[in-house]
């Protein structure tokens, strides 16, 4: 595809998937509830148990990654260490659900992310998705949204970081300045592809994961954008393919 900027501005926007497309979280945070529920009868402090379930994923990061398998194990494990292995087989069976659940929810688009997509990728960019998670949900998202004949490609990554974002640049054949990334993690989304020499811009969700929070970081100190709506973007787009800031 030639490029539509003549090579100084922006060829490639790359949208996060979860809660910059679709919503995510707030069925996290749901099936959070539930869970703080079920552990009541045991633990009568869900601080202490909101303390938990992130310290354990926190610990299992690395060994199950990201996405709604990893939460749903988190759970279980979390259970069984504050209930002291009494948690029983039916309230297991419970937190399972509450995972499957997760895997099965409808996506659900954000407010104005179809007209969006639609009215840039009518500029001739190039549109792509840079997801983390699980392979086979995250496919599964990305095709019932609707959305996946406007996307040149799909990448969906175990991490969002420097190293991640320079292959799919490289991949994309074209330099970090002609690159604009937008999601709701200021670490996994946008801190990355600034340090590259990316362009970046944070939209931020009603709730963000705990892992995913960076304390003290801002738009005016750290090089990147702020947009209170998504369909803010394309001006944005046309202000720094012009030169903009």
Not at 10 to 23: N, P, Q
Not at 216 to 230: F, K, M, Q, T, V
Request: glycine fraction near 8%; charge should be negative; aromatic fraction near 6%.
């Amino acid at each position: 595809m030639s490029d539509p900027t003549g090579g100084h501005g922006i060829e490639v926007v790359a949208f996060d998937g979860d809660d910059t497309l679709w919503h995510s979280e707030s069925h996290f945070v749901d099936a959070h509830r539930r869970f703080c529920e079920l552990l009541l009868p045991y633990v009568d402090d869900v601080a202490r148990i909101d303390e938990q379930v992130v310290a354990t994923e926190r610990a299992n990061l690395a060994l199950y990654g990201y996405g709604s398998k990893a939460f749903t194990l988190s759970l279980i494990e979390t259970a069984i260490t504050l209930t002291e292995g009494r948690i029983t087989a039916g309230e297991i069976t419970e937190i399972l659900e509450l995972g499957k659940r997760l895997l099965t929810h409808p996506i659900e688009l954000l407010d104005g992310v179809a007209e969006v997509v639609d009215e840039l990728a009518a500029t001739g960019r190039r549109l792509i998705v840079v997801t983390k998670g699980d392979l086979f949900h995250q496919e599964a998202k990305v095709a019932g949204s609707g959305l996946a004949d406007r996307f040149d490609r799909v990448e969906i990554v175990s991490e969002k970081d420097v190293a991640t974002y320079r292959r799919v640049i490289d991949a994309c054949e074209v330099e970090p300045h002609q690159f604009l990334m937008i999601g709701n993690s200021v670490r996994s989304d946008v801190l990355p592809v600034v340090e590259l020499g990316g362009h970046a811009v944070h939209l931020p969700y009603t709730y963000t994961w705990e892992l995913e929070h960076v304390e003290g970081a801002n738009g005016a100190d750290h090089g990147y954008h702020e947009l209170r709506s998504i369909r803010e973007l394309p001006a944005l787009v046309e202000k720094l393919s012009a030169g903009g800031a």
